[in-house]
T-cell receptor, first 114, second 111 residues
Framework: DGGITQSPKYLFRKEGQNVTLSCEQN?????MYWYRQDPGQGLRLIYY???????QKGDIAEGYSVSREKKESFPLTVTSAQKNPTAFYLC?????????????FGSGTRLTVV | LAKTTQPISMDSYEGQEVNITCSHN???????ITWYQQFPSQGPRFIIQ???TKVTNEVASLFIPADRKSSTLSLPRVSLSDTAVYYC????????????FGSGTRLLVRP
């Protein structure tokens, strides 16, 4: 079955550490996105990528970095510069210029700073 | 991108029809209206999308008046499993535009 796989489901980070969240899709979608969700809040866009080797900052990119070396993969690194990283992180993908069926989301990674 | 306004929360009972209205006064000519559903600790799921009049699928109906300044998501005969957060989004079909999710409407379905 086609879909988006995020791993790990739960992640614990110590203060000052960088961690990388994985996002893989086999939908052959061109565009991929990373969102952050805090308790009781909506989703906020961190980074997005429309094609391989290109990505754009979203509304809250500070303290995060991404890469898009392959069409199917869009990993997110939460760096030590992100002061409040504890949140639920969601990866999504969509066909470029054809969103008749909307974005497809992964099941999320819950990151906790300990 | 057009701003949307929807109720923060709604309560209903099993078997009832639920209508969630979203206001988008500054919707643009090329904007589409899309609704997503999100369960706790899961990613949002696409429910329905429309441009004007009425759209129906196996899950819900979407009613859009002629002026397109609002839209109503209708869930027929809700069950406990419909308890979720529902987001209304307005954006052009071109996915190069970033989707902006507000806080959504928290629907609680009671037995």
């Amino acid at each position: 079955d086609g879909g988006i796989t995020q791993s790990p489901k739960y992640l614990f980070r110590k203060e000052g550490q960088n961690v990388t969240l994985s996002c893989e899709q086999n939908l052959n979608h061109d565009a991929m996105y990373w969102y952050r969700q805090d308790p009781g809040q909506g989703l906020r866009l961190i980074y997005y990528s429309q094609i391989v080797n290109d990505f754009q900052k979203g509304d809250i990119a500070e303290g995060y970095s991404v890469s898009r070396e392959k069409k199917e993969s869009f990993p997110l690194t939460v760096t030590s510069a992100q002061k409040n990283p504890t949140a639920f992180y969601l990866c999504a993908s969509s066909p470029y210029r054809d969103t008749n069926y909307g974005y497809t989301f992964g099941s999320g990674t819950r990151l906790t700073v300990v | 991108l057009a701003k949307t306004t929807q109720p923060i929360s709604m309560d209903s009972y099993e078997g009832q029809e639920v209508n969630i209205t979203c206001s988008h006064n500054n919707i643009a000519t090329n904007d589409y209206i899309t609704w997503y559903q999100q369960f706790p600790s899961q990613g949002p799921r696409f429910i329905i999308q429309g441009y004007k009049t009425k759209v129906t699928n196996e899950v819900a109906s979407l009613f859009i008046p002629a002026d397109r300044k609002s839209s109503t998501l209708s869930l027929p005969r809700v069950s406990l499993s419909d308890t979720a957060v529902y987001y209304c989004l307005v954006a052009p079909m071109d996915s190069s535009y970033k989707l902006i999710f507000g806080s959504g409407t928290r629907l609680l379905v009671r037995p």
